[in-house]
């Protein structure tokens, strides 16, 4: 089953951090560009943060600007994101997924596979 595998969510208090993981299962997407999203309660799916193919070029938010970084290990499969200095405004469950398309997409509905979601709850 082609899948991708969110993990490293979790409780943290403001100011503290966390990695969270994307692991490709069943294939590889290598070529595809690679986004991180979130939603918290009552709100809609939000751009966070994505990556190019190749890893050289990336886009995020303004709201994580300067806070969060993305990244991907080609060899492992796996795409991270780095969060820092957490907020509480940061609270939500985290999405990673893939596109297959040219630059970088803001727009969840560019994107074609998903993971199931990781928590991260800041607490302040």
């Known amino acids: 089953q082609v899948q991708l595998v969110e993990s490293g969510g979790g409780l943290v208090p403001a100011g503290g951090s966390l990695r969270l993981s994307c692991a490709d299962v069943?294939?590889?997407?290598?070529?595809?560009?690679r986004g991180w999203f979130r939603q918290a309660p009552g709100k809609e799916r939000e751009f966070v943060a994505a990556?190019?193919?190749?890893?050289?070029?990336?886009d995020y938010a303004d709201s994580v600007k300067g806070r969060f970084t993305i990244s991907r290990d080609h060899a492992k499969n796996t795409v991270y994101l780095q969060m820092n200095s957490l907020k509480a405004a940061d609270t939500a469950v985290y999405y990673c997924?893939?596109?297959?398309?040219?630059?970088?997409?803001?727009?969840?509905?560019?994107?074609?596979?998903w993971g199931q979601g990781t928590q991260v709850t800041v607490s302040s």
């Open positions: 997924a893939a596109a297959a398309r040219v630059g970088l997409p803001l727009d969840q509905y560019e994107y074609d596979y």
């Open positions: 990556i190019s193919w190749s890893g050289g070029s990336t």
């Open positions: 069943g294939r590889t997407f290598s070529s595809y560009v």
